[in-house]
């Protein structure tokens, strides 16, 4: 299982594309199967990026704990898996291409900004607009306080 560390920039070229940072990519060494699945964070302002594997994993996971014949569940889980995009880097120039109605979703275009953070969350990459991903930074102590709360659970 691959665990993805670091926060590496990027920006959107003119087609749309962006360029995998070569430092994630490394982290991966090894693997034959470079497919992403790329889907809006229920919470936050940016993408989800699983490694193929993961995502059949998590999304398991997810339906396991649903029962589909309860219609707000359905209803969920419906809601849970719109917006996905399955994404392959391309083998010589490592750009891929993520549908434009997800990038638009998170703040990224041209009128916008091109700037993007990717940004390794252990099983998973987040992509950001880089203005979101600087927001959505916590205080310290903010930090120390929820560490502090989730502690005592």
Not at 26 to 34: C, I, N
Not at 74 to 87: D, H, Y
Not at 114 to 121: A, D, L, Q, R, T
């Amino acid at each position: 299982m691959v665990k993805f560390i670091g926060e590496y920039t990027a920006k959107l070229d003119d087609k749309g594309r962006l360029v995998f940072p070569a430092q994630l990519k490394a982290q991966m060494k090894g693997l034959e199967d470079m497919r992403f699945v790329i889907k809006k964070d229920i919470y936050a302002p940016c993408l989800q990026m699983y490694l193929f594997e993961e995502w059949e994993r998590e999304s398991e996971k997810i339906k396991s704990g649903l029962n589909l014949l309860d219609k707000a569940q359905a209803m969920f889980w419906r809601g849970f898996m719109r917006e996905r995009a399955l994404v392959e880097p391309d083998e010589k120039t490592g750009r891929i291409l993520v549908p434009k109605a997800l990038l638009e979703k998170i703040g990224i275009d041209k009128e916008n900004g091109k700037e993007v953070v990717f940004s390794g969350n252990d099983h998973m990459i987040e992509i950001w607009s880089k203005d979101n991903f600087e927001n959505s930074a916590i205080s310290e102590d903010d930090f120390a306080a929820l560490a502090q709360k989730l502690s005592s659970i």
